[in-house]
């Protein structure tokens, strides 16, 4: 087990994920493990805790959460999220960990690939020729390329 | 019965049995599709990441629909869970409405948030009716037992999502059963596939799998039954790679609902696309009645 000093808890960090409107408290959870007792994730893999994550957030140990592998492990099922007796809404929670995440740096390969490509294609797949010659075959109506307009409009933002 | 179809990424280019099948089943129940063609991701793959351009990019193809008056039929339950994630945010939060709206509005579009957003199923199941279905059957399967599988993003969260009872769901399988097949209990049947962990974590994605089929297996079942693009890719395609990389056999073919219902509608295999699925399901034909 780790042991983390008091210098190592960041209580900004805590307010300011406290203070997102979509988020809303968090600091009513107690423990009770109900996240990890449903976690599908959880059942195969015990590296991977929501109510650890919970707990290191309420602490404040943003390095540890910002900088670590465990909340990519979180399949964003939302078992957790449902099953909260305190209507804690971890799995948004651990979904804005993922953003903040991103800026530090740690963003698995599989996940920035998809934002580039939606980036430059408006979609994750081209429909190229090919693709459309199978639709006509298989009765299907043909499709563009690219969402274009889309891949603009994103860029603009 | 007319709803704005929004395909998503995958299925036109990776799934395309999925539309056709879907179009075929519509069809013969009398829903009419329009095609947007200028729908774009729907914003699922940037949650993780950039939470905001997931909801500008799912906001752009509600107010396409709604710029048609239509409402939306969703294939996919990450899609439909995104689509309603952006819907309820921007009704909830004001602020993040205009911004996505001054956004829009560069290329003079606008969510106005009066569109209905509706998953396959549930069009199905409300609109269309387990009765009306049943009339359509001509060929009820017999003694084939399905484990069906709900997926995530259509129960929960199940505030946004509003699709069914997300402890104790019954939609899927009243659907399943209408086509004279039996929906069997399976103790993880509303547990994740494991999709989303794909690319980031590809051994404990198909370790979520894998527990999963076995589980379906262990319970019964004959065949699978999905409704969901991810779910689909999951426990065909990644099966597939589960079975050679791990040297385990197949463990439980997967079926999607609109194929299941094709086949018991009498609709021709090769429309349902049933050799485009990577496991061979043509042994199911051999559960339908004469």
């Known amino acids: 087990m780790r042991t983390f000093s008091l210098r190592d808890l960041d209580s900004d960090f805590v307010d300011e994920i406290e203070s ?3 988020i809303g408290t968090f600091r009513d959870c107690y423990a009770c493990g109900t996240c990890t007792g449903g976690c599908p994730v959880h059942r195969v893999n015990n590296d991977y805790d929501p109510l650890r994550i919970m707990r290191m957030l309420v602490l404040g140990l943003r390095e540890e959460l910002l900088k670590g592998e465990m909340i990519w492990l979180c399949s964003d099922c939302y078992t957790c999220q449902e099953n909260c007796p305190m209507e804690v809404k971890i799995t948004d929670i651990i979904n804005h960990l993922k953003n903040l995440a991103t800026h530090e740096d740690n963003t698995p390969l599989g996940v920035s690939t998809q934002k580039k490509l939606l980036m430059d294609q408006g979609k994750i797949y081209i429909i190229d020729e090919f693709d459309n010659k199978k639709r006509a075959k298989a009765g299907l109506p043909s499709l563009p390329e690219m969402a274009e307009e889309a891949r603009k409009l994103l860029n603009k933002r | 019965m007319k709803f704005a179809l929004f395909l998503g990424c995958n299925i036109p ?103 209905e957003i509706r998953h396959l ?30 997926g995530c993003h259509a129960l929960r969260p199940s505030e946004i999502v509003q699709f069914d009872d997300p402890v104790n769901p019954t939609l899927f399988d009243k659907l399943v059963e209408a086509t004279g097949a039996q929906s069997i209990y ?25 527990k999963k ?77 004469e």
């Not at chain 2, 103790?187 to 894998?210: K, T, W």
């Not at chain 2, 089929?213 to 426990?235: E, N, V």
């Open chain 2, 13 to 115: 280019a990776r799934l395309k049995q999925y539309e056709s099948s879907t179009r075929a089943v519509l069809g013969n129940l009398g829903v009419e599709l329009v095609d947007i063609k200028e729908f774009n991701c729907c914003g699922y793959p940037m949650r993780n990441i950039d939470f905001k351009t997931s909801i500008l990019a799912a906001a752009r193809n509600l107010a396409l629909a709604e710029k048609q008056g239509l409402n939306m039929i969703v294939l996919c339950m990450c899609g439909y869970g995104m689509l309603k994630k952006a819907d309820h945010a921007m009704k909830e939060e004001p602020s993040l409405r205009e911004v996505i709206n001054t956004t829009l509005k560069k290329e003079g579009l606008q969510f106005r948030g009066d569109l």
């Open chain 2, 186 to 210: 399976w103790q993880s049947r509303l547990d994740c596939c494991g999709a989303p962990l794909f690319g980031i974590n590809d051994n404990l994605s198909m370790d979520l799998a894998e």
């Open chain 2, 213 to 289: 089929l076995l589980d379906a297996k262990r319970s019964g079942a004959h065949y699978l039954c999905d409704a969901c693009t991810y779910c689909h890719l999951q426990f065909d395609t990644v099966q597939e790679m589960i079975s050679t990389k791990r040297g385990e056999n197949h463990l439980l073919p997967a079926i999607l609902y609109p194929q299941l219902l094709g086949l018991s509608m009498g609709i021709d295999e090769r429309i349902l696309g049933l050799e485009m699925n990577h496991i061979d399901i043509s042994g199911i034909k051999g559960f339908l009645s």
């Open chain 1, 20 to 22: 997102l409107d979509f």
């Open chain 2, 121 to 150: 199923l549930s069009v199905l199941y409300n609109e269309v009716s387990v009765e009306a279905i049943r009339q359509r059957v001509t060929r009820p399967f017999k003694d084939l037992k399905i484990a069906t599988h709900y």
